[in-house]
């Protein structure tokens, strides 16, 4: 185990440094002097060579990729241009939003697709099953940021229940809170929600056709005993994965989802940051974003084959 | 032998070829929803296609004095708050659309084919190559495009760019996986033994053989790019704001959602309708080119 999970940290290195380059590519891929490009046209030359000095642009390349990488590593993503505060007290404010979002909208997608999974499964080639499973795929067919204009469109413009936007923090009321972000979670967990459900389905199905199950309905156990106990548990060890997937697609929909409801998050952050042409926001909160979603995997991976012991067999 | 010819259609010579075609075309159609989604994706093919001759008003003519009406005779899906026909415009807008997300496949197709061949066939460039990969799956999907949209600009081009970059890791790994087994089967032995080339065999031997799944694929990465280039347009990180595409409009439309309806919804359910049915197509296909599902309930 301890093996698997040191070679795991190793795979992490080429990952990371890939990741760091993009990044760090991002800023040089702009048609023309970066410098120029984020001040705009009104610039004058003095303040382009000043924050040309600033970013360090004036180095070659590789030497400004070390001395940036080694920032990196330190946590230190540098200075926004247009916030005038260092990047990282710029996306600690904007981290709860995000995170809240994203785990409600997890939460969403695991309520409502390992159930219909499940049902799908045990009343498989039912109506029952047909129903859910075309709902599976419309649900994955509707990008979540139209779904979100849906439901505001149905909840806050015509029946007026819940805020077509916005954000409570959760420290200002635990139900203003919830109500801010009802729908905006619902959204997001919806679309991923018909993955999670097709993915149980499958997986159930397939438990469902192994001899243990058929011992225990043999033997005579409640129907839904088998069912959650025996062939559940087993089905769910796949549907893992598609979890740890999901939360990568989460937080990518995050980004969308907080525009649409303009919920004051990393996303927001980030597409609002691309108007202004502020790199270092850019760059930092995407390699945050991606480095979350990096390390969520690692520990699926690692649950992974803690939970089955057939895979630690495999692999070792 | 007749296992064999099954497992792998290169094998089999043109004749014997057609009557499995006609077989998975009365297999796809057999099913109503999807006999329906390929009509209903050949229609949106042809009103891209002839959108001139098919839209009654300019998509991009101003007409202030009709600003925001419902849908009517005049305008069946109502105009937009600048007086411009959102009929017009949704049929502009999948032009976009559909030609984005195909030709994002395509080229990724071709790309992720060439890395996937390389990296399953030659196992000293598997390494650098799929860990170069891995890292660039290691980035959300949208938020990939996102950054590169950030750097690039928006224009179309440079989504096609985007998208290619985020969907050509997918495609590589399933060709490298299917590659990874073709390269074991006998018969790229035998290949090899009567001295075929390496080149020979991966053109001949080894990609023909991942077809089937990479067809399957390439269904669902188109879905996928209509929904990213939508999202990006709606994020304004996309094609220009003033071309009709169907994110641009969706973003137009919320803002005046509380009083024009029509404006987001119509956008939204061709965005809908076509990622549906190009999802219910793939799995079609996929029962249908997938030897292991034949008898599969």
Redesign the interface.
Known sequence: MTAYILRRLA?LI??????A???F???????GDPAAVILGDRATPEDIARLRTQLGLNEPLPVQFVHWFGNILRLDFGESIFLGEPVTSALRDRVAPTLQLTLYALTFQILIGIPAGVISAVR??SPVDRALSMVA??G????T??LG??L??IFA?RLRWLP?GGYVPLEDGVAAHVKSMLLPAFALGFSAAGLLARMVRSSMLDVLREDYVRTAFAKGLPHQLVIIRHALRNALIPALTVLGVSV??L???A??TE??FTIPGMGRL??Q???RRD?PI?QGA?IA??MT??LVNLLVDVLYVYIDPRVRLGSD | MAVASSLHPVTLRAEERRPRWSRWARALLANPATALSALFLLGALLAALFAPFLTPHDPTFLDPAVRLQGPSTAHLLGTDDRGRDVFSRVIYGGRVSLLIGVSVTFIAALIGSLLGLLSGYFSRLDMPIMRTLDGLMAFPSILLAIAIMASLGTSAINVLIALVVVYTPTIARLVRSTTLVTRQQTFVESARSIGMTDRQILLRYVFPNGLSPLIVQCTFVVAYAIISEASLSFLGAGVDPETPTWGNMLRDGQRVLQSAWWLALFPGAALVLTVLTLNLLGDALRDALDPRTVGRG
Request: glycine share 6%.
């Open positions: 795979l080429p990952v990371l440094l890939v990741v380059v993009v990044v590519a991002l800023v040089h891929l702009t048609p498989y080639n795929i419309s994955s067919a509707i990008p940021f139209f204009i849906l505001i469109l413009v077509a990568g697609a937080l990518g929909g980004v969308v525009t649409v980030i597409v940051s691309i108007a790199y850019i995407i974003i991606a979603y990096v």
